[in-house]
Nanobody, 121 residues
């Protein structure tokens, strides 16, 4: 079994910052990358940022100049730091991990339970 446990989120004022963290645990043979997605009410889930074990990153255009994603492969933990938060950043944020559980296992997407981020004064 694999579990993803998220922390962070909550209510943040416009212009503020937040850090989200997510730790994957359980049967992990190989970590092929982790990241964060978000879903606002009435909208599709979208990628916010992800990172591979070699440090290759992808960012949503609207956040890339104010967001940093980092990965600790020794602890299978991904962190997301977002600055200058805006009301349009309000969403449920989901951790994603692309993992293999053993040598014969294909890479599989695992998801956290989601954490609410609300940007409001």
């Amino acid at each position: 079994q694999v579990q993803l446990v998220e922390s962070g989120g909550g209510l943040v004022q416009p212009g503020g910052s937040l850090r989200l963290s997510c730790a994957a645990s359980g049967d992990i043979f190989r970590n092929n990358g982790m990241g964060w997605y978000r879903q606002a009410p009435g909208k599709q889930r979208e990628l916010v940022a992800n990172i591979t074990p070699t440090g290759v990153t992808n960012y949503l255009d609207s956040v890339k100049n104010r967001t940093t994603v980092s990965l600790d492969t020794t602890r299978n933990t991904v962190s997301l730091l977002m600055n200058d938060l805006k009301s349009e950043d309000t969403a449920v944020y989901y951790c994603n991990a692309r993992l293999r559980r053993n040598l014969l296992d294909p890479t599989t997407d695992y998801w956290g339970q989601g954490t609410q981020v609300t940007v409001s004064s």
